[in-house]
C-alpha cells in the first residue's frame, strides 16, 4: 500500500501494525521535558521512550490544530492526498484538515520523510520517519538528526546496530512491502519505548536490507 506523498513524492507505507488501538496517548510529559531528535542524538540517550520525543517540535499527544500551527512556525506544512478520479487521479495535495494521516511539506512543497497520524480525539498518535532513498531528493528530516541517530538512519541499515541502539526486539512480524508478498518487509517492535523498526530487503541483485521506516507509538508496558 503506497503512501502517495512519502518517499520522492512515492514512498511505501505498509499498513501500520504499531497499536493502532491507542487513540489518545496517556502520560505524555509536557513540551519542555522533550527531546527534540534535530537537535539531540536521541538514542546515544539510555531509557527513552517516545513520549519523551518530538520531531520538528511535533509530538505525540498534540491536537492536529497544535501540530500544524508548529509546522507552520517552521516554515512547514501539514497536508493530505486528495484524489480527484479514483481510476485516473490525478493527485493534489492540501491543507491536512481531516485525513487520519497526514504529510509535511518543506517551503518549496517538497516531501520531508516525516508524517503523523490522528487518533479519533484528533490528538497525534503516531509519527512515521520515512527511509531517503536518495540525496539527490529533497532533504529529508533525517539529515537533521545528530550522532548514532543520524547514523542509524543514514549510514544503511544493519541489524548489529540497531541491535546495540535498541536491544532484541520484543516481537517481529513479516508484512507485505515495497515488493508486495513475494519480498516481505519485516518490522521490529518495541513496545515499551513506543518503538518499531521496518527493513525492505534490497532489490533483486544486492544483499542486505533498507531501512523503509521508524514509527513513535504511545509505549504499552
Known sequence: MKRLYGVAGSCILGVSLAYAWFQTPKGVPPESSKHEMTETDVLAIKNLDSTQLSVWGIHLGMSRAEADAVARDRGLQLFQAEI?????????????????????????????????????????????????????????????????????????????????????????????????DARRDTQFFYPARGLSVRISPRAIGYSGFDLIQVSLDPPTR
Open 84 to 180: 480527484e478520479d479514483p481510476f485516473r487521479g490525478p493527485v493534489r495535495f492540501v491543507p491536512c484538515i481531516d485525513a487520519n494521516e497526514c504529510g509535511v511539506m518543506n517551503s518549496q512543497r517538497q516531501p520531508t520523510g516525516l508524517a503523523v497520524r490522528f487518533g479519533e480525539s484528533q490528538k497525534v498518535v503516531q509519527i512515521i520517519i520515512d527511509f531517503e532513498p536518495t540525496e539527490k531528493g529533497p532533504p529529508y528530516v533525517t539529515r537533521s538528526f545528530k550522532g548514532q541517530t543520524r547514523r542509524f538512519f543514514i549510514e544503511g541499515y544493519s541489524d548489529a546496530l540497531r541491535l546495540t541502539l535498541f536491544g532484541p526486539e520484543n516481537k517481529r512480524e513479516s508484512v507485505s512491502g515495497r515488493y508486495g
